[in-house]
């Protein structure tokens, strides 16, 4: 499932839940290889995609 900032960028896509409160989010779509964590309080709402309450610059500052 597609990760989508609040100014409708693609960040990447769900790997899995880690833990109760962390989307992991799969290393093949990150530009840097690596996976990064997005936590659930980020969430604005799901529908087919995951959708954050954060712009791109705000989600990246946080990696």
Do not use: E, Y
């Not at 093949?28 to 936590?39: A, R, Y």
């Amino acid at each position: 499932m597609d990760v989508i900032a609040s100014d409708r960028q693609k960040i990447g896509t769900v790997d899995h839940l880690d833990g109760p409160d962390t989307i992991k989010l799969a290393k093949t779509t990150s530009p840097d290889g690596q996976h990064h964590f997005v936590p659930l309080a980020w969430v604005d709402h799901v529908d087919t995609h995951v959708h954050l309450n954060r712009t791109t610059a705000q989600v990246m500052s946080g990696w």
